[in-house]
């Protein structure tokens, strides 16, 4: 059967919440610790985020969450064409120009961006809205951010090839219900992996972490970058939506209300963090003696928009995201390879100290 089109999915000039991604080529470990050479991949992982906070900063999305696993990765995106037609042509340009190679080449001098760069960009009307469009275009972002990273891990292993093995995967959420699961899914990838025992484990690449790392006063401040978790009107009571179910003008209103950031579900962050690690005792009992665990936090009950969450119905919508995600990355092989290395590879706590270095 044929893949349908992205476009009859995804159109970049809607509003929508999207799950994205993608798998290294050939299932390798190419950012984590390979099961079969032992070689030490995971500081790529580093530069995955570093570089995919770079371009969120530019492009007018909003990133709900994100995991990156040794050998593939998450993202849960809201596109924002609502924020880019509120640019003007100059901001366009110096957006576009911001996320394009700096580097010295031979048709470009690279350094700094030049008003001549700006003005030969602002005196093209198509050309203007053909960037319009890519700054909330989902596409264009996971591009620049796989591009790069695979051309840094090429050069470190001195090869040349693909280093994601197919079109990068996207799935709609249409409804609250599914993004809440699909967030719950992503920021629990670690720990369901066997990866972490702790949702802010600094072994994890997951934006959970990141998130309970500025609640705990680090210097690390996410605000730049990841949606915050509450809703507008959610923190005083009222009812919140998620941006598929408003109007245009509803999300301008919401917009200059609260600033660009939406936020991403209509509950509180202490409430999603309470429901993360009750999911996460049920696919790893083994957490229940985890110290960070709190007894109410297990006790409690956790509401969204003004009604109790159904633990059942959303463990059953985890399992389905989980098996969809699977499929379209191969989890049989995935499995097996997992499996390989828990029996082949040191634990974590074996190879604390110990960093395994490439291939030279």
């Known amino acids: 059967m044929p893949r349908p089109n992205r476009s009859d999915v995804y159109d970049p000039t809607q509003h929508g919440v999207y799950h994205c991604f993608n798998r290294t080529t050939r299932r390798s470990y190419l950012h984590g610790i390979d099961p079969l050479t032992e070689y030490d991949y995971s500081h790529r992982r580093d530069w995955f985020r570093d570089r995919m906070k770079f371009l969120i900063k530019h492009f007018c999305l909003d990133l709900l969450s994100y995991a990156i696993m040794p050998n593939h990765w998450h993202c849960v995106i809201r596109n924002r064409p609502d924020l880019v037609e509120q640019l003007s042509d100059r901001q366009v340009a110096i957006r576009w120009l911001s996320l394009t190679s700096r580097k010295p080449t031979r048709g470009n001098k690279g350094g700094k961006i030049r008003k001549s760069e700006i003005d030969s960009i602002v005196n093209q009307p198509e050309r203007i809205e053909t960037l319009r469009v890519r700054l909330s275009d989902i596409s264009w972002f996971v591009k620049l951010m796989c591009q790069t990273v695979a051309r840094q891990c090429n050069i470190e292993d001195g090869c040349t090839g693909h280093f994601f093995e197919d079109r990068f995967k996207l799935k709609p959420l249409e409804e609250q ?184």
């Open 177 to 360: 219900e599914d993004v809440l699961a699909c967030m719950a899914y992503v920021d629990l990838n670690p720990l369901r992996a066997h990866l972490a025992d702790l949702l802010d484990d600094p072994n994890a690449i997951v934006s959970i972490r990141e998130r309970l790392e500025t609640l705990d006063g680090n210097e690390v401040d996410t605000s730049d970058w990841l949606s915050p978790i509450e809703l507008f009107g959610e923190a005083d009571g009222l009812p919140g939506a998620v941006v598929n179910d408003l109007s245009l003008e509803e999300v301008q209103s919401r917009r200059r209300q609260m600033g660009e950031n939406l936020g991403c579900l209509p509950m509180t962050f202490e409430a999603y963090v309470s429901l993360l690690w009750q999911l996460a005792i049920e696919s790893r009992p083994d957490l229940q003696g985890n110290p960070a665990l709190t007894a109410g936090q297990m006790r409690e009950v956790c509401w969204r928009d003004g009604q109790p969450i159904d633990l059942e119905l959303l463990k059953e919508q985890i399992k389905e995201l989980r098996r969809r995600s699977n499929a379209d990355l191969g989890g049989h092989a995935a499995i097996a390879s997992l499996k390989f290395m828990a029996r082949n590879i040191p634990s974590r706590k074996d190879r604390a100290g110990a960093k395994l270095a490439p291939p030279k």
